[in-house]
Structure formats: C-alpha cells, structure tokens
C-alpha cells in the first residue's frame, strides 16, 4: 500500500517565525489532507489537497502530484499552532487514509 | 464541510466490561467507515474498514471478535470492545466518507480500562 512520510518529525519555532512542513508519499494519490491534532486529541482538518495549492489565512499548503509530495506552509506562527500535524493520503476508491507519523510543532513565545 | 460525530468521548471502564463507541455521519450517508486507534505520541493506525450492510475488513493483527463494528445503516457505525483489558486503553477515532473524496473525522473516544 501507500506509504506517507513526513519531516521534520520535530520542530521549534519563536512565536512569528515562518516553517514548512513536508509530506512525501510514495505513489499517486487521489486524496491528500492535513490535519492538525490538537491537546485533546481532535483532528482538525486543515486541507483536502490532492493537487494544487489552497490557502487559509496563515496557513497554505501545496501538493506536487508529479513528484509525489506535498508542503504545508505557517506563516507568523503562533503559540496555538503548536500540536501535532499529519499528513495522509490514500489513492483509490474508498480505500483509508494512511496517515504519515506527523511533525510534532512547538511554538514558544 | 460534512460532520461526523463520535460519541462518548471519553469513557472509563473496568477490566472485562464491554464498551461501544458510536460514530454517526450527520449530514452526509457514509457508504465507508474506516475506524483508527492511535497511541500516546503515535500516529493513527487503521483498525478496519467497515460498509454499510456488509462484515468489516480488519487490519492484520486486529482482533475482530475484540473489536466489534456494526455498519447497520448509512449513517452510524459502532465499534464494541469486548472484554476491555488496560492495553485496549486508546484513543479511537472514526472517519466516514460517501465516495472517493474527503474524509471527515469524529471527535474521537479516548477509552481508560482500569
């Protein structure tokens, strides 16, 4: 099956610092999403981005199906960005997401 | 976009009860439920795929008479864990999707066996 990776698995940034995060995955997909899971647990979804780029506020994101990665972008980030972000992907029908083992974001002040 | 709640959220029990996690598609029929379990400071790990109507496909290593799903309608799926051990203690998250699009996830459950 599909296989997704993500870097940096860890990550330090000064409260209005900008950062990339970056999702490979290892066979064409139909469906990629980012997520930002936060303190309790809940999934927040932040991009459904098989292709292109899409934009929200601070955050965009980026998916190169060709060459099979996506990045997602924090502008000014701030200390309630901090958590854990996931990329996942699948790439059939009704096939599961596979869900990369995330970048674990601290924002400090 | 579509809602998919979870329910309970939380949710302590003894060792060797039996606990059932709903998870209900809104606003939209879910023809497929996928169902996850992730672990503190992991990602999460697909436990089955269930279709409405039909007997869920478990993961290899998934126990299916532990982890119980039902998928008896287009918009609800439940997952009964049985005979709950402290090592089934886990954060269960659900995802509903009607076709090859976005998935939408629940709350998630976050299941305490003592």
């Known amino acids: 099956g599909i296989q997704v990776e993500q870097s940096p698995p860890d990550l330090i940034l000064q409260e209005g610092a900008n950062s990339t995060l970056r999702c490979n995955f290892s066979?064409?997909?139909?469906?990629l999403q980012w997520f930002h899971q936060n303190p309790w647990g809940q999934l927040i979804n932040l991009f459904y981005?098989?292709?292109g780029t899409k934009q929200n506020g601070r955050l965009s994101a980026t998916t190169v199906a060709t060459e099979r990665y996506s990045l997602l972008y924090i502008s000014s980030s701030q200390t309630t960005d901090s958590g854990v972000y996931f990329c996942?992907?699948?790439?059939?029908?009704?096939?599961?997401?596979?869900f990369g083992k995330g970048t674990r974001l601290s924002v400090i002040a | 976009g579509a809602v998919v709640s979870q329910h309970p959220s939380r949710v302590i029990c003894k060792s060797g009860t039996s606990v059932k996690i709903e998870c209900r598609s809104l606003?939209?029929?879910?023809?497929?439920m996928f169902w996850y379990r992730q672990f503190p400071k992991q990602s999460l790990m697909l436990m089955a795929t269930?279709?409405?109507?039909?007997?869920?496909?478990?993961e290899q290593g998934v126990e299916k008479d532990k982890f119980l799903i039902n998928h008896a309608s287009l918009t609800l799926s439940t997952l009964t864990v049985t005979s709950a051990h402290p090592e089934d203690s886990s954060f269960y998250i659900c995802?509903?999707?009607?076709?090859?699009?976005?998935?939408?996830f629940g709350e998630g459950s976050r299941l305490t066996v003592l």
């Open positions: 066979d064409s997909v139909n469906n």
């Open positions: 996942a992907a699948r790439n059939s029908g009704n096939t599961p997401l596979v």
């Open positions: 269930s279709n409405e109507g039909s007997k869920a496909t478990y």
């Open positions: 995802s509903a999707t009607d076709g090859p699009g976005e998935l939408f």
């Open positions: 606003d939209f029929q879910a023809t497929t």
């Open positions: 981005i098989p292709s």
